[in-house]
């Protein structure tokens, strides 16, 4: 069973910069697409950027290109999400997601890590 643990939310002003991390255990992280996906409250959770599993194939939700970038240490069993010149609009809980190559969901979650920017 895969495990995915979420950490470097917290507290920022506007155009501050935050990077999360995702770290698995369980499975073959390396195999694996990673995503990171956001809910605010009274809103339903959003896509935010997704890396496949060789470190290629990006996307981000147009809100986020130019300002978050999503990468990945397959050493390390790590996807993180540098999030750079952050908006109020950022503020969500964010989870890491995962999906294995024979399934078109993600199947695995993290709990959620917390990102509140200050205006």
């Known amino acids: 069973q895969v495990q995915l643990v979420e950490s470097g939310g917290g507290l920022v002003q506007t155009g501050g910069s935050l990077r999360l991390s995702c770290t698995a255990s369980?499975?073959?992280?390396?195999?694996?697409?990673m995503a990171w996906f956001r809910q605010a409250p009274g809103s339903e959770r959003e896509f935010v950027a997704r890396i496949g599993w060789n470190g290629f194939d990006r996307s981000y939700r147009n809100s986020v290109k130019g300002r978050f970038t999503m990468s990945r240490d397959n050493a390390k069993n790590t996807a993180y999400l540098q999030m750079n010149s952050l908006k109020p609009e950022d503020t969500a809980v964010y989870y890491c997601?995962?999906?294995?190559?024979?399934?078109?969901?993600?199947?695995?979650w993290g709990q959620g890590t917390q990102v509140t920017v200050s205006s």
């Open positions: 369980g499975g073959t992280f390396s195999t694996y697409t």
């Open positions: 997601a995962a999906r294995a190559r024979d399934r078109s969901d993600y199947g695995y």
